[in-house]
């Protein structure tokens, strides 16, 4: 009987292993994604820096279907990196569950 306590014991004790191990990956890819986050943000102000400063010149000589066009092809390309990235995740999390 004491044998078979232990082996209960060992048993939980692999479990609650395993369910750390998995959060701390968990935790990796998570601080992944806020890097990336981050340097995305970084991108975005960069960009409306640039854009802002030549506006700032060019008060009347605006192009606006020209900036218009840059403001939804930008959206899109966001789009396409988000799914990109919410695919990545879900590869990482297939991978480690087989």
Same mark, same amino acid.
């Given at each position: 009987?004491?044998?078979?306590?232990?082996?209960?014991?060992?048993?939980?004790?692999?479990?609650?292993?395993?369910?750390?191990?998995?959060?701390?990956? #968990?935790? &990796?890819? =998570?601080?992944? %994604? +806020?890097?990336? !986050?981050?340097?995305? /943000?970084?991108?975005? *102000?960069? @960009?409306?820096?640039?854009?802002?400063?030549?506006?700032?010149?060019?008060?009347?000589?605006?192009?606006?279907?020209?900036?218009? #066009?840059? &403001?939804? =092809?930008?959206? %899109? +390309?966001?789009? !396409?990196?988000?799914? /990109?990235?919410?695919? *990545?995740? @879900?590869?990482?999390?297939?991978?480690?569950?087989?």
């Amino acid at each position: 009987q004491n044998e078979k306590e232990l082996q209960d014991v060992v048993k939980q004790q692999e479990e609650k292993m395993l369910q750390l191990i998995d959060k701390s990956g #968990e935790v &990796v890819r =998570l601080k992944a %994604e +806020v890097s990336q !986050l981050k340097r995305s /943000l970084h991108h975005a *102000e960069t @960009e409306a820096k640039v854009l802002w400063e030549e506006m700032k010149g060019k008060e009347h000589q605006v192009d606006t279907a020209y900036v218009q #066009e840059r &403001v939804i =092809l930008r959206r %899109e +390309v966001d789009k !396409l990196r988000l799914l /990109l990235v919410e695919k *990545e995740d @879900e590869n990482l999390r297939l991978t480690d569950k087989y």
